[in-house]
């Protein structure tokens, strides 16, 4: 039971490049979610998805798109990617509702 | 959502207690208090919840004031384990997203 984890762990890309960020679960939880977390700051949800089929904008949604490929899994997709998005992402998953979100342990996003 | 003051950083000798406040004066009766931690280069770990009663599991206790506008997240015997960015959340329940604030960072000492 790996709970949620993150692919690649590391990743440098240059402007302009595209990637996307992989995100699974095994807890088959319904909610998934992308945050971002900038050096000395919190956490910034990106986007959200309640429920398999559905994805909602969260804070800071310009510069991303996701897809809910199936309950299990999540993605996160730079299609341009810029300076600005260099960051560390988790994506987490819960149940419906729920109060606690399990978090993967991030990918490390270098843009230059 | 409610917006929650923690102090920027606190230091805690390892065995003793680590007592970590939260202000929320403007929560509303239907939103809850979470804690979250965050370890270095770790994602966030859930620790605990409340609305209004005294809540404790294996990992902390947390103290809601009566009239809920402040709370104290309690480790009872901080280890070098715990040093950690501790996240105070508020929010109401049902599908809502969690909003991270700066958090107080704990630094737990020999």
């Known amino acids: 039971n790996a709970g949620v984890t993150q692919t690649p762990k590391f990743q440098v890309l240059k402007t302009g490049q595209s990637m996307t960020l992989q995100c699974a679960q095994d807890m088959n939880h319904n909610s998934m979610y992308w945050y971002r977390q900038d050096p000395g700051m919190g956490l910034r949800l990106i986007y959200y998805s309640a429920s398999e089929g559905t994805t909602d904008k969260g804070e800071v949604p310009n510069g991303y798109n996701v897809s809910r490929l199936n309950k299990r899994e999540f993605s996160l997709r730079l299609e341009s990617a810029a300076p600005s998005q260099t960051s560390v992402y988790f994506c987490a998953a819960s149940r419906t509702g729920a109060v606690e979100q399990y978090f993967g342990p991030g990918t490390r996003l270098t843009v230059t | 959502d409610a917006k929650t003051t923690q102090p920027p950083s606190m230091d805690c000798a390892e065995g003793r207690a680590a007592n970590l406040p939260c202000n929320h004066s403007?929560?509303?009766?239907?939103?809850?208090v979470y804690w979250y931690r965050q370890i270095h280069s770790q994602g966030p770990q859930y620790i605990i919840h409340?609305?209004?009663n005294n809540e404790t599991n294996e990992m902390a206790s947390l103290i809601i004031t009566e009239d809920r506008k402040s709370s104290t997240l309690i480790l009872p015997h901080a280890t070098l384990r715990d040093t950690a960015v501790y996240y105070c959340?508020?929010?109401?329940?049902?599908?809502?997203?969690?909003?991270f604030g700066t958090g107080t960072r704990l630094l737990v000492s020999p």
């Open positions: 403007t929560i509303s009766g239907n939103e809850y």
């Open positions: 409340g609305l209004k």
């Open positions: 959340i508020v929010r109401g329940s049902g599908f809502q997203k969690l909003v």
